[in-house]
């Protein structure tokens, strides 16, 4: 491991956010629990907010439980020189979505445990905003941003952390070149696992609804990366493999994921360019639109999902409208652009 430079790297929000004031942020966080506004990230003004919960006061009041802290959310490189991944079989719920020339990355959520490392760790796009503003002050953890998208980040509602403001809880691996070597150690921003309850994706999970056919493989394509799920009966969960390969782990361990979700949104040109000049794209991730779900073995391809604001979870259904469960297990949700450009508003 070598110290986190600054080299390679995109470029970094300026303030300074050392350790202890990101402990503070945190507590103030979990003082504030939910009668903090997590306010509508629309990527134009004019978004709604969700009022926010009232209670009322009982003869009888009982204890209050207390509110879960934020959940961690790290962005993931997934070009084919930043493989494999570190720490990524880990997460509970795994965004891939897509960014410059079609290439794919991934946004790793973390709740329930805390691995040791994650990464490779690169930088954050617009997009992430608005998929964030479901989670109650989350930690977002990433290498930089494009420079005219960090203060939206600054003003959004959730504690965002780059090596430049905790560098201790970043490092350099010495296995792979820059900018692909830059590694999370979670334990630094969050503590100890927030639990499920953090996760407010509006997912539902349990036994599988009715319908759906036998399905031993699926592929979803970017212009530029392919995702493939395979079915393994044995583990009762979908190998992953990207560009034709096996995910593999770091440490050795196959990824895979109890439930994949292939959600088909609107995907168009953002406000912001990379270093190139090539465009970023936008995934709009609220609206409504067709899904695809895949677990135990079926495949489910005319769900729905609906997100109203982005305050709120994501909800899926079967084409009856009953709500469409989720197993047990780690969840991929795949941003896929719709045919047409359509389906997401």
């Given at each position: 491991?070598?110290?986190v430079?600054?080299?390679?790297?995109?470029?970094?929000?300026?303030?300074?956010?050392?350790?202890?004031?990101?402990?503070?942020?945190?507590?103030?966080?979990?003082?504030?629990?939910?009668?903090?506004?997590?306010?509508?990230?629309?990527?134009k003004?004019g978004?709604?907010?969700s009022?926010?919960?009232?209670s009322?006061?009982?003869?009888?009041?009982?204890?209050?439980?207390?509110p879960p802290?934020?959940?961690?959310?790290?962005?993931?490189?997934?070009?084919?020189?930043?493989?494999?991944?570190?720490?990524?079989?880990?997460?509970?719920?795994?965004?891939?979505?897509?960014?410059?020339?079609?290439?794919?990355?991934?946004?790793?959520?973390?709740?329930?445990?805390?691995?040791?490392?994650?990464g490779?760790?690169?930088?954050?796009?617009?997009?992430?905003?608005?998929?964030?503003?479901?989670?109650?002050?989350?930690?977002?953890?990433?290498?930089?941003?494009?420079?005219?998208?960090?203060?939206?980040?600054?003003?959004?509602?959730?504690?965002?952390?780059?090596?430049?403001?905790?560098?201790?809880?970043?490092?350099?691996?010495?296995?792979r070149?820059?900018?692909?070597?830059?590694?999370?150690?979670?334990?630094?921003?969050?503590?100890?696992?927030?639990?499920?309850?953090?996760?407010?994706?509006?997912?539902?999970?349990?036994?599988?609804?009715?319908?759906?056919?036998?399905?031993?493989?699926?592929?979803?394509?970017?212009?530029?990366?392919?995702?493939?799920?395979?079915?393994?009966?044995?583990?009762?969960?979908?190998?992953?493999?990207?560009?034709?390969r096996?995910?593999?782990?770091?440490?050795?361990r196959?990824?895979?994921?109890?439930?994949?979700?292939?959600?088909?949104?609107?995907?168009?040109?953002?406000?912001?360019?990379?270093?190139?000049?090539?465009?970023?794209?936008?995934t709009?991730?609220?609206?409504?639109?067709?899904?695809?779900?895949l677990?135990?073995?079926?495949?489910?391809?005319?769900?729905?999902?609906?997100?109203?604001?982005?305050?709120?979870?994501?909800?899926?259904?079967?084409?009856?409208?009953?709500?469409?469960?989720?197993?047990?297990?780690?969840?991929?949700?795949?941003?896929?652009?719709?045919?047409?450009?359509?389906?997401?508003?």
């Amino acid at each position: 491991m070598t110290p986190v430079d600054k080299a390679h790297g995109p470029r970094t929000r300026r303030s300074t956010f050392g350790p202890a004031l990101l402990a503070a942020a945190l507590a103030l966080g979990l003082a504030a629990g939910c009668t903090s506004s997590r306010g509508a990230l629309q990527d134009k003004p004019g978004g709604s907010r969700s009022p926010a919960a009232s209670s009322s006061a009982s003869a009888s009041p009982s204890p209050r439980t207390p509110p879960p802290g934020p959940v961690l959310a790290v962005k993931i490189d997934n070009a084919p020189a930043a493989r494999p991944p570190t720490g990524l079989d880990a997460a509970d719920v795994v965004y891939a979505e897509q960014v410059e020339g079609g290439l794919s990355r991934l946004m790793a959520l973390y709740a329930t445990k805390l691995p040791p490392a994650v990464g490779p760790v690169r930088s954050a796009r617009e997009s992430d905003l608005e998929l964030l503003g479901q989670f109650t002050r989350p930690v977002l953890a990433f290498s930089g941003a494009q420079g005219k998208l960090l203060p939206l980040i600054d003003r959004a509602p959730l504690t965002a952390v780059t090596p430049e403001e905790s560098s201790g809880a970043f490092y350099r691996g010495a296995d792979r070149a820059a900018p692909h070597n830059l590694f999370l150690r979670p334990k630094a921003l969050v503590p100890s696992p927030p639990g499920a309850a953090a996760l407010t994706t509006g997912f539902r999970y349990g036994a599988a609804p009715p319908g759906g056919t036998p399905e031993k493989t699926r592929s979803v394509r970017f212009p530029a990366a392919r995702f493939t799920f395979t079915w393994s009966p044995d583990r009762a969960r979908w190998l992953v493999a990207m560009d034709g390969r096996a995910s593999v782990t770091s440490g050795g361990r196959r990824v895979a994921a109890a439930t994949v979700v292939v959600q088909y949104v609107t995907v168009r040109g953002s406000r912001f360019h990379d270093f190139l000049g090539n465009t970023t794209p936008y995934t709009r991730t609220v609206g409504s639109g067709r899904a695809m779900v895949l677990r135990d073995g079926r495949a489910f391809d005319a769900a729905r999902w609906e997100r109203p604001t982005a305050t709120d979870g994501t909800r899926f259904t079967t084409p009856d409208g009953a709500a469409m469960t989720f197993a047990p297990g780690q969840v991929w949700v795949v941003l896929a652009a719709a045919p047409g450009g359509g389906g997401s508003r």
